[in-house]
């Protein structure tokens, strides 16, 4: 179920058009929390890796997805991921966890099992900004606010290369890919949803970008009755 009384502000995009960068920031601004729903494919990656569990293996990953031996955590600098307790965060934003979790998140019954812990989010919050792939199509169809982030590809390529530290040839072979996979698959795939505002973000820094957003958050704040 989705509480209809919190303000959900839903943010999808491709990779590195700064997603978590604006999230995390228009939380902070407004005392929200924030959530990264790669975080929730990500996660399930490094436990299939844990356990020795193929990226194809559709019925074990099913199984996985709901496992309670891991769990997804909210906090103000990052989603973090807690395996049987431990805090495997460092492993669940590397570049080969991103390529892998994009593999697994093809697979409706992943995605449908992991779309409740998603919407588990916004209980209990006075608002939540919620980051990924289809926040505004599927995880919160009716967020008052919708944006979609877009940047060119090379800026998008540059940005991740830096964050990295890795050659941006590299990065764009491996960006390339994910975005095709995660924008033609048939299960909820990248999309602009209805009624999001576009923004791209090439020629703008952060606090730009946020101040854009944010005004749309006010202006909807202003009318939002709960
Ligand atoms: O945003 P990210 O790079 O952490 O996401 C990792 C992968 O997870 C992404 O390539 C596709 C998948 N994903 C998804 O299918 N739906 C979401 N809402 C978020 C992420």
């Not at 399930?44 to 569990?53: D, Q, S, T």
């Not at 890795?166 to 095709?180: I, K, M």
Request: aromatic share 4%.
């Amino acid at each position: 179920m989705i509480d209809k009384k919190v303000f959900v502000v839903a943010i999808d995009g491709p990779s590195a058009s700064g997603k978590s960068s604006v999230s995390r920031e228009l939380a902070r601004r407004h005392g929200w929390v924030w959530v990264s729903t790669g975080a929730f494919y990500r996660g399930l990656a490094v436990v299939a890796r844990e356990l020795g569990v193929a990226t194809s293996d559709v019925a074990k990953l099913s199984a996985l997805a709901d496992d309670e031996r891991w769990q997804v955590v909210l906090a103000d600098d990052r989603t973090r991921v807690l395996l049987d307790g431990k805090d495997v965060t460092d492993q669940v934003y590397r570049e080969d966890i991103g390529n892998a979790a994009s593999t697994i998140s093809q697979i409706p019954a992943v995605r449908s099992r992991l779309l409740e812990g998603q919407r588990r989010c916004a209980k209990g919050v006075a608002g939540l900004v919620a980051e990924g792939r289809d926040c505004g199509t599927v995880v919160f169809p009716d967020a008052p606010v919708k944006i979609y982030l877009t940047a060119h590809s090379e800026h998008r390529f540059e940005r991740r290369a830096r964050e990295e530290g890795r050659s941006v040839e590299e990065t764009r072979a491996a960006q390339t890919q994910r975005d095709l996979q995660d924008s033609t698959r048939a299960s909820a795939p990248l999309q602009v949803a209805p009624g999001a505002v576009v923004i791209d973000t090439s020629h703008l820094d952060l606090p730009g970008v946020v101040n854009k957003v944010d005004d749309l958050v006010k202006a909807a704040l202003a009318s939002w009755k709960n």
